[in-house]
């Protein structure tokens, strides 16, 4: 008679699997303190005493079956403790008669196969494995659990409105303030394409604007390169009311000046010239003799 599992081992591994399943229907683990799932682990429980009280009433009837000797056996077993059995059962050999009566009526080249059990832990993996496997695709396919798409688009959700609320509440840079890195290029190229294309053209070649990459500037308010083109991005330009206040008029913050700034600043300085014979247009303004930045 073999033995059986006691309750304190059962009610971990039930409540382990009602936390899985939870978890994988609610992504979260706020279900923890719900009365649904207390409710459920409470029922649990009791199923688990209830199915162990069966379990002692037919091992009661089968005890009364057993010779003396195998009661005696059963008996010496049962005050082993349960982790040690586990462990004894792991390199337990088999005597010669349990040999003779698992041997299969086949072999080869003189080679006798036997009918052995497998180990209950590589049984109870292949179980629980099963379980998992049909949890899991029945989550997949019923809830949003371990779904890409849908974790991408929370992700991008917290991390927009996690950048929203630091953009809200950080000092935005201002014309004193600013400052050039070449780290900014990149994005200020994105702002540039975004907002200043359609006038300055492609790289700054100009257009409806004027050339950026060129030394002829039409407002020179500032003595800095940088500092002008942040000026002009956030005030724009009385002589022109096509270049609007990109910065006053709240269509960009202080983060994206100083970003589109570095990239003016980029093409122009660090860049060649894009001339008209190189499809940029004609040099408006007066040549500038700008100071270095400090």
């Known amino acids: 008679m073999k033995r059986r599992t006691p309750a ?4 971990p591994i039930v409540l382990g699997l009602l936390i899985i399943v939870f978890y994988m229907f609610t992504q979260t683990s706020d279900f923890l303190s719900t009365k649904f799932f207390l409710g459920t682990a409470l029922i649990s429980i009791v199923v688990v005493f ?3 009280a069966i379990g002692d009433l037919i091992e009661n009837e089968k005890f009364k079956k057993l010779t003396d000797t195998e009661k005696a056996t059963y008996l010496a077993e049962k005050k082993v403790p349960y982790f040690q059995y586990l462990w004894n059962g792991a390199f337990k050999s088999q005597s010669e008669k349990e040999e003779k009566d698992i041997l299969i009526d086949h072999g080869f080249d003189g080679i006798m196969e036997l009918d052995n059990q497998l180990p209950k832990w590589w049984l109870g993996l292949f179980y629980f494995g099963v379980a998992y496997c049909i949890l899991y695709v029945s989550s997949y396919f019923l809830t949003d659990f371990a779904h890409p798409y849908k974790e991408y688009e929370q992700e991008y959700r917290e991390q927009t409105a996690a950048i929203n609320e ?14 050039f890195s070449e780290d900014n290029v990149e994005a200020g190229k994105a702002v540039f394409e975004t907002n200043c294309v359609s006038c300055h053209g492609e790289g700054g070649k100009g257009g409806i604007g004027p050339n950026l990459t060129d030394n ?9 390169l940088f500092k002008n083109v ?28 100083q970003q589109v700034s570095a990239y003016v600043y980029h093409i122009n300085q660090e860049q060649a010239p894009i001339t008209p014979a190189q499809g ?15």
Do not use: C, R
């Not at 002829?216 to 003595?223: A, D, L, S, V, Y």
């Open 8 to 11: 304190y081992i059962n009610i």
């Open 50 to 52: 209830i199915q162990g």
């Open 280 to 294: 940029g247009a004609a040099p408006q303004g007066t040549e500038a003799n700008w100071e270095k930045a400090k």
């Open 230 to 257: 942040f000026y002009m991005v956030e005030n724009g330009s009385t002589n022109n009311p096509t270049m609007q206040a990109w910065g006053k008029n709240g269509v960009v913050s202080g983060f994206e000046i």
């Open 216 to 224: 002829f500037w039409i407002n020179q308010p500032e003595k800095t």
């Open 166 to 179: 630091y953009m809200a509440t950080v000092t935005q840079p201002t014309i004193e303030t600013a400052v």
